[in-house]
């Protein structure tokens, strides 16, 4: 089964950036497209962006501020947030873009106004 590790999340002022970090079993990395969800107290998970071998998407809220890479030596894939929001608040997780497979604790992402 392919498991997900997260890492990366803290505190963090509005206007300032983390990157988040996404570590995945499994001997066919570099065939699964991966995405990055969050999710808030209440709310559904929201896919915020989304990697294939070599296409990116992004949610409107996200795009032009987060960035999403892999890295397939590394079994990683990467977030890159810039000029964060209060709103980006959530606890992020990384799961195929189905969000079917086994879902990680996540990393919180505190960002403070």
């Known amino acids: 089964q392919v498991q997900f590790v997260e890492s990366g999340g803290g505190l963090v002022q509005a206007g300032g950036s983390l990157r988040l970090s996404c570590a995945v079993s499994?001997?066919?990395?570099?065939?699964?497209?991966i995405g990055w969800y969050r999710q808030t107290p209440g709310k559904q998970r929201e896919l915020v962006a989304h990697i294939s071998r070599s296409v990116t998407n992004y949610a409107d809220s996200v795009k032009g501020r987060f960035t999403i890479s892999r890295d397939n030596a590394k079994k990683t894939v990467y977030l890159q947030m810039n000029s964060l929001k209060p709103e980006d608040t959530a606890v992020y997780y990384c799961?195929?873009?189905?969000?079917?497979?086994?879902w990680g604790q996540g990393t919180q992402v505190t960002v403070s106004s």
């Open positions: 799961n195929f873009v189905t969000g079917l497979g086994s």
């Open positions: 499994g001997s066919l990395f570099s065939f699964y497209v």
